[in-house]
DNA sequence: ATGGTTTTTACTGCGTC
DNA sequence: GACGCGGTAAAAACCAT
């Protein structure tokens, strides 16, 4: 058993619950009777004998009349967890539902773990006997999980997933975005022709586009084996395909992480983006690349708030020519003109 | 394949520290 | 003289036709 996964499982017997329990009954009873206080509820239901306010008493479970005291339902079920939780960790150590299941393994991490090391449940070695065992359950668990050709595929492409967001600093849910697309793509078959490391890339392209932190082609490319090119007509393919609704990237979402890079202030963001804006309403934007926009508006924000960097820098970050960063924000300060300093 | 557009590359001149 | 910046021309990349 691997660390996570028997810790899982330990949270989910029913003893360790007990005992906890019990230990801090006193406790817990306390605070069900302060949380009865503030969560009976009177209902707009009425007493069926004298049409008095019926009340919902959550400490007994029952939903009596307040008036005549008829007792309308007993034993409700209480939805709720039986314990409390104070902070977030002792919410992780009580809640007894396992891991949420995730995109980012090809089994949506459903399946056994078996540990590779050969320590029992308290941290001991195993016998030697027991050892030859686990190795022996270990390959079967391994060939049963990745049965199929499909299966390992996925378990391949994810790993690939990951490895190109954590390469590229990407959140989470960017990877268990990725890897549904990825799925997606399986299930409709589009893999055939097309190699399962473009496919992958792709699918990060596009996940970090759609959850609004995109990188550029030539980021992506840089952490993957694959050409751009490729990578680009994989990831047109797939779009098209699975009809993903990816709105052209929008300068704005890359504005926060040049400036961060470049040490900007948070003013100096924020006037980014409103001649991000300004352009957009004069249209000058459509046609030019959205990254190039976004580094010339970061590099006329950081001028407009007197903050030093120079457009090498910029160029640097964005991965875009000082030539273009030239052009752009020549543009925008133009826009910015036109509409005249209200 | 082709033509039009955008971006990049490479180079040069200007002003400032 | 190095550096930041602006401009230009030609090449390359990209896109729709």
């Not at 390469?167 to 399962?196: C, F, H, K, M, W």
Request: with cysteine; hydrophobic share 30%.
């Amino acid at each position: 058993m691997s660390e996570k996964s028997s810790a899982r499982q330990r949270a989910s017997t029913t003893d360790e619950e007990q005992t906890s329990e019990s230990s801090s009954g006193h406790r817990w009873q306390r605070q069900r009777e302060q949380e009865s206080t503030t969560e009976s509820t009177s209902t707009e239901v009425q007493c069926p004998e004298c049409s008095g306010n019926v009340i919902t008493d959550t400490e007994h479970g029952e939903t009596v009349c307040d008036d005549c005291g008829l007792v309308i339902t007993e034993d409700s079920v209480d939805r709720g967890p039986e314990w409390r939780a104070f902070d977030s960790k002792e919410k992780d150590q009580k809640s007894r539902v396992g891991a949420p299941t995730t995109n980012t393994m090809h089994d949506k991490g459903l399946s056994t773990n078996i540990d590779w090391r050969d320590r029992d449940a308290y941290g001991n070695a195993l016998s030697s006997n027991q050892r030859q065992k686990m190795q022996r359950l270990r390959k079967w668990n391994e060939r049963f999980r990745t049965r199929d050709s499909k299966e390992r595929n996925l378990k391949q492409a994810l790993g690939e997933i990951d490895r190109m967001a954590s390469a590229q600093g990407l959140p989470e849910n960017v990877r268990e975005t990725a890897s549904v697309i990825y799925r997606r793509a399986l299930d409709e078959d589009l893999l055939p022709g097309r190699s399962i490391e473009g496919v992958s890339t792709s699918c990060v392209y596009a996940a970090a586009r759609m959850a609004g932190v995109p990188r550029s082609l030539d980021e992506i490319a840089d952490v993957s084996r694959v050409p751009k090119s490729e990578i680009a007509r994989t990831y047109r393919y797939i779009a098209r395909e699975l009809s993903l609704e990816v709105k052209p990237a929008d300068p704005e979402q890359y504005v926060p992480r040049f400036g961060s890079e470049l040490g900007l202030s948070d003013e100096a963001k924020l006037r980014a983006r409103q001649l991000l804006q300004n352009a957009k309403e004069k249209g000058v934007h459509s046609g030019k690349s959205p990254v190039g926009l976004a580094a010339a508006s970061v590099y006329a924000a950081a001028l407009l708030t007197n903050e030093k960097t120079t457009q090498a820098a910029v160029s640097e970050v964005a991965d875009i020519s000082e030539v273009t960063i030239r052009n752009r924000y020549h543009e925008l300060l133009e826009a910015e003109e036109t509409v005249g300093i209200a």
